[in-house]
């Protein structure tokens, strides 16, 4: 079994900067794509990046190409997602899911999930 946390979530102003961690516990993440998906109020889950387990493939969404980056450290166990030029539209509980068998942008195919956390862009 995987646990997953997310942590660096918070309040800040449009423009500004947040960095989110996934960290993984209970068996390695090292063999595992990592996916960040976040959820507004009223609306439904989306994708918003996915990395490779070796780091080499990365993917966005388009609303967030270009602003937010995502790493990881197998070493520590953790993914980030480095978020930058926030906007209010990025408002939302954002979730790190991870899976060995796929490379998607699907919320669908990830088998472990975090509990989330809210990050807040204040106009």
Wanted: net charge positive.
């Amino acid at each position: 079994q995987v646990q997953l946390a997310e942590s660096g979530g918070g309040l800040v102003q449009a423009g500004g900067s947040l960095r989110l961690s996934c960290a993984a516990s209970g068996r390695t993440v090292s063999r595992s794509t990592v996916g960040w998906f976040r959820q507004a109020p009223g609306k439904v889950r989306e994708f918003v990046a996915a990395i490779n387990w070796i780091g080499t493939i990365t993917s966005y969404a388009d609303s967030v190409k270009g602003r937010f980056t995502i790493s990881r450290h197998n070493a520590k166990n953790t993914v980030y997602l480095q978020m930058n030029s926030l906007k209010s539209e990025d408002t939302a509980v954002y979730y790190c899911a991870a899976d060995e068998h796929t490379y998607s942008s699907r919320s669908d195919e990830y088998r472990y999930w975090g509990q989330g956390t809210q990050v807040t862009v204040s106009s």
